[in-house]
């Protein structure tokens, strides 16, 4: 979990929700771009590919040191996003930024890019943003309150088994189902994290749920959650065994 939380960190370092309010560290450049549209949203089509050609036209960064996609994407019930968070790390002019694009549900899509000493040893993004754009969302179970879709990355060796109930790998458009996949690599890998939204937990100042009935849900614990596994993890994996 301690890559989780190294993520979440650097998430509240780079930008704080929406507005577009981020915390600068003192000495730290940030740069606003003009809003510019994107594709017009479909239901079950968020525009992904779209976002990133957009960052590549307004954002002169260098591609070739493009590295550490984070995704954050919220659906409702009707399979139509409502938000679309996304940042990358890359060099402008030799020195090492962070680009994000906060994207709303009507297209209009907020881009900045902020000054930040971090070098991630990931992948480029665009394989990860693949991926996701080829996960069939028509065919997903949206329930009663939407979905949140969220990449993570891992730095640690893994196994996935049944006890998470729907793993899939994304192959050519579809979900294909998984029995196991283990990793132990030194490479970085990601999941994409499929998570029915529920009723918020009221948690009380003593750390506890005012409901006592009521407590987060891990994913592992939730039979409705999708854990999702782009090509290049699967070619990453030790061990891959399909259902």
Same mark, same amino acid.
């Given at each position: 979990?301690?890559?989780?939380?190294?993520?979440?960190?650097?998430?509240?370092?780079?930008?704080?929700?929406?507005?577009?309010?981020?915390?600068?560290?003192?000495?730290?450049?940030?740069?606003?771009?003009?809003?510019?549209?994107?594709?017009?949203?479909?239901?079950?089509?968020?525009?992904?590919?779209?976002?990133?050609?957009?960052?590549?036209?307004?954002?002169?960064?260098?591609?070739?040191?493009?590295?550490?996609?984070?995704?954050?994407?919220?659906?409702?019930?009707?399979?139509?996003?409502?938000?679309?968070?996304?940042?990358?790390?890359?060099?402008?002019?030799?020195?090492?930024?962070?680009?994000?694009?906060?994207?709303?549900?009507?297209?209009?899509?907020?881009?900045?890019?902020?000054?930040?000493?971090?070098?991630?040893?990931?992948?480029?993004?665009?394989?990860?943003?693949?991926?996701?754009?080829?996960?069939?969302?028509?065919?997903?179970?949206?329930?009663?309150?939407?979905? %949140? &879709?969220?990449?993570?990355?891992?730095? /640690? !060796? $893994? @196994?996935?088994?049944?006890?998470?109930?729907?793993?899939? =790998?994304?192959?050519?458009?579809?979900?294909?189902?998984?029995?196991?996949?283990?990793?132990?690599?030194?490479?970085?890998?990601?999941?994409?994290?499929?998570?029915?939204?529920?009723?918020?937990?009221?948690? %009380? &100042?003593?750390?506890?749920?005012?409901? /006592? !009935? $009521? @407590?987060?849900?891990?994913?592992?614990?939730?039979?409705? =959650?999708?854990?999702?596994?782009?090509?290049?993890?699967?070619?990453?994996?030790?061990?891959?065994?399909?259902?």
């Amino acid at each position: 979990m301690k890559d989780r939380w190294l993520a979440v960190g650097i998430v509240v370092v780079v930008a704080l929700a929406f507005g577009r309010a981020l915390y600068v560290p003192p000495g730290y450049e940030t740069i606003d771009y003009e809003t510019v549209p994107v594709l017009p949203p479909e239901q079950y089509n968020p525009p992904i590919i779209e976002i990133w050609e957009a960052m590549e036209e307004q954002i002169p960064f260098d591609n070739r040191t493009a590295r550490g996609a984070m995704l954050d994407m919220s659906f409702d019930a009707n399979g139509s996003f409502t938000v679309i968070r996304f940042y990358f790390f890359a060099d402008m002019e030799g020195e090492p930024w962070v680009h994000s694009a906060f994207v709303l549900r009507n297209g209009s899509t907020y881009l900045s890019s902020q000054r930040l000493d971090y070098r991630p040893p990931h992948p480029h993004p665009l394989g990860i943003l693949a991926a996701v754009d080829s996960i069939p969302f028509s065919e997903i179970s949206y329930g009663e309150r939407g979905m %949140d &879709l969220k990449v993570f990355y891992h730095e /640690e !060796n $893994r @196994t996935y088994d049944d006890t998470y109930g729907n793993i899939y =790998a994304a192959l050519d458009g579809t979900l294909r189902p998984l029995k196991e996949i283990s990793f132990a690599t030194t490479e970085v890998w990601h999941t994409i994290e499929i998570y029915p939204l529920q009723e918020p937990v009221v948690i %009380d &100042l003593s750390g506890e749920p005012q409901d /006592e !009935n $009521r @407590t987060a849900t891990r994913i592992d614990e939730d039979r409705r =959650a999708l854990v999702v596994f782009a090509p290049r993890e699967i070619g990453l994996a030790e061990r891959v065994v399909y259902a």
